[in-house]
């Protein structure tokens, strides 16, 4: 019913950039929330970005003033543009949605999101 779709993973040097696209179809209701998670081998996954509408984001510590979130309301699809990229950035991506108020948007669990993507994988190389 709800499909997911990322696109735009691929193989980068440590302190390149790549672009992450989401798009997201099918709804029943709007879903404002969409994210994007990471999951490295052996690690647990983990939240990277939020955004709600558009507008308040949330960033993983990691990542923050590295990676920027956006997103385009009207297609319902969200961009995750990473810069300056390490090592440690290598997982698997990927982008989720769900209808959550904005406080549980910006404060986000995994486990709140109910449609997921199959994932993209991004590998950083030394």
């Known amino acids: 019913q709800v499909q997911v779709v990322e696109s735009g993973g691929g193989s980068v040097r440590a302190g390149g950039s790549l672009r992450l696209s989401c798009a997201a179809s099918?709804?029943?209701?709007?879903?404002?929330?969409m994210g994007w998670f990471r999951q490295a081998p052996g690690k647990e996954r983990e939240v990277v970005a939020t955004?709600?509408?558009?507008?308040?984001?949330y960033y993983h510590d990691s990542v923050k003033g590295r990676f920027t979130i956006s997103q385009d309301n009207a297609k319902n699809t969200v961009h995750l543009d990473m810069n300056s990229l390490k090592t440690e950035d290598t997982a698997m991506y990927y982008c989720a949605t769900e209808n959550l108020s904005p406080y549980y948007c910006v404060n986000p669990r995994d486990r709140y999101f109910g449609f997921w993507g199959r994932g993209t994988q991004v590998t950083v190389s030394s």
């Open positions: 955004i709600y509408s558009g507008g308040d984001t």
């Open positions: 099918g709804y029943k209701y709007d879903n404002a929330c």
